[in-house]
Each structure stands twice: as structure tokens, then as C-alpha cells.
């Protein structure tokens, strides 16, 4: 039984491994991608409302709203937005802040809780997730 399993083991991995190269799935995969970029205004921003990234931004509990926009800058409401804070640290893995997103009130506009437990530059990246909008931005802030 145990030499079994240890054969089985390392089969499925192999399985695993091979199986994102199979390049009938990639050309099935790829047609529909190119479908859904042919949508016109498809291509978001999002815009940081506050807290302005020059002012001094204290270590601690940090509320930002973010907005997203279409290409001609008017607020269109998206199913919903990923937030990630992290801060780089050298010779360590990235510090990673918990970031609580909840909609606004205001169309295309999104609350953003973190805590900022360092001071230093912390990167927020902000990405639309939507079936018609695309945007991925990135923020960083001094933390003092
Ligand atoms: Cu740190």
C-alpha cells in the first residue's frame, strides 16, 4: 500500500505541471479574452479622492476613498474594486496591510480600510473587478 501511494505521488504532480501547457486549452482560452477587449470603453482609472499622497500620513488605521472612471472621467459604477497594501522590506518578504473595501455611496466610488503598521512607503494597488472594465493602479504613501 505505501508503494503505492508513493508512486501515485509523484504522478499527479506531473499531471498538474503539464497540464497549463496543453496548447489546445490556450487557443480555446484566448478567443473570448479578444472578444471582451473589442467592447468599447472598456479601459477604467482609478482615481485616489483622499488622502492626498503629499500630506504626512501617520502609522496607523488609514481610510482611503478611491474612484473609478471611464476613459472620459465620469464615475461608472463596477461590480467591485481589490485593494492590497504591502510594503517592501529588504532582505524579507513583503509586509502585507489587511484592507477592508466596502462601495460608497457615490457611484464608482469605494472605502478602502487599512492599517498602516510601519512607517515607510507603502504600496496600494487598487484593481476593478468588473465583466466590462479593466484598471489596475497603483498608490504609494509615506507613512510617518
Ligand atoms: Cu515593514
Redesign the pocket.
Known amino acids: 500500500m505505501k508503494k503505492l501511494i508513493l508512486i501515485l505521488l509523484p504522478l499527479s504532480f506531473l499531471t498538474l505541471a503539464c497540464s497549463p501547457a496543453q496548447s489546445d486549452t490556450n487557443v480555446i482560452s484566448t478567443a473570448p479574452t479578444e472578444k471582451a477587449q473589442n467592447k468599447q470603453d472598456s479601459t477604467a482609472t482609478v482615481n485616489l479622492v483622499s488622502p492626498d499622497p503629499q500630506t504626512e500620513i501617520p502609522m496607523g488605521e488609514a481610510q482611503m476613498i478611491l474612484e473609478v472612471v471611464d476613459s472620459n472621467g465620469e464615475p461608472v459604477k463596477v461590480e467591485s474594486l481589490d485593494v492590497s497594501a504591502m510594503?517592501p522590506?529588504d532582505g524579507m518578504s513583503d509586509?502585507m496591510g489587511k484592507v477592508e473595501v466596502t462601495p460608497a455611496e457615490e457611484p464608482g466610488r469605494f472605502k478602502a480600510t487599512t492599517y498602516f503598521g510601519?512607517q515607510?512607503t507603502w504600496n496600494v494597488v487598487a484593481s476593478v473587478k468588473d465583466p466590462q472594465y479593466q484598471a489596475n493602479q497603483e498608490f504609494s504613501f509615506e507613512v510617518k
Open positions: 510594503m522590506m509586509m510601519m515607510g
